[in-house]
């Protein structure tokens, strides 16, 4: 039975096919890249636009960190704005092929994509490039976009910290900004980096889940560390795991397949629209996936289809909001979705 509703709250044409990561999305705030060259933040509820800075293209990154707003263009400046006023605080040249923006406490972290270039550091305060042993992440090959932790090995108080990982060998390095390793576990295989970006899933209290190889289904804790979650009995595809609760959703060679951690029951969803699953996000009841036909569809806990709807333009990547909003980027358009359920 279908009891929920995904409805369109407003859209906003781009321009332009702006990058997938030109978005970043926090409460109150949604800044995204368009125009070629213009990076605009607006309100999630309403698409108002509040204010406007030039940049060098729209194919870079963004992320808000705070109360600033960071953009690293496809051109290699990193921008740091002021994301109340727009006002821009710093810009840093010279990262050319970067393509991961991670922020550990006063660092900003950037790297190259499929790992041509290493992790830099850069402080959060002015832009000044700062020197950083990249000792650390030798030798495990592309890294993944470092996920941003806290890091609490004695269950006690928490630092800034980020998960460093890499297609070239099995294991899961927890690094401060410093980049001194806190800790490290080996794994079954490496980490699956995925192109499109984020390689990891974030649950609400903190667990990180990834993909270990093809079918295994890896999990992080800050108080506890690294250990398998789930070994899947078909290959797993991109887009990461997404964990609530005692409950994984999974896309797999045959589809989205549910798991029920506490029994280790599978359902497997089915009639699903046609083409594979290019971006998914966590909403109310279940999580909400996007199709390449362009369809939407909201799966419960249960493995039900719960809502369907269809978008004129497909979408490249789903982000949640606040208040039951979803934010979608896809072939040259914006669009905010209401969960209604």
Known sequence: M??????????????????LQAMAVAAGSLVVAERHSRLVRLDPHSGARLWEQRVEDCWGTAV???????????????????LGSGLRLWSTPGLTRRYHVSVCG????????RGYHPLTRVALADGRCLPFDDGAVAGVGPVAWPQP??????GDGAADAVLV????????????ASGAVLGEWSLPEPVVVSDAGGSYGVSDDGRVTFLSGRCT???FHPASGVRVMWRHERDLRPPTPILYEDTLWLVDDAGIAVVDL????VTDVRHLPQGVVRASAPVSGGVLFAFADGSLVTID????????TRLSARVGRLVPGVNGLTHAIGEGHLVTLDIAG
């Open 262 to 265: 506490v029994h280790g029951a």
């Open 149 to 154: 932790v806290r890091w609490r090995p004695d």
């Open 106 to 113: 006063a660092v900003v972290l950037s790297g190259g994509w």
């Open 217 to 219: 289904v890896m999990v």
């Open 301 to 308: 806990r249960a493995g039900n289809v719960v809502a369907r």
């Open 64 to 82: 808000i960190a705070g109360e600033r707003c960071l953009y690293l263009s496809q051109a290699g400046v990193l921008h740091c704005f002021d």
């Open 2 to 19: 279908v009891d929920q509703s995904v409805s369109v709250l407003w859209s906003r044409p781009l321009h332009l096919r702006s990058g």
């Open 165 to 176: 990982a890499g297609s070239g060998l099995p294991k899961l390095l927890v690094m401060a």
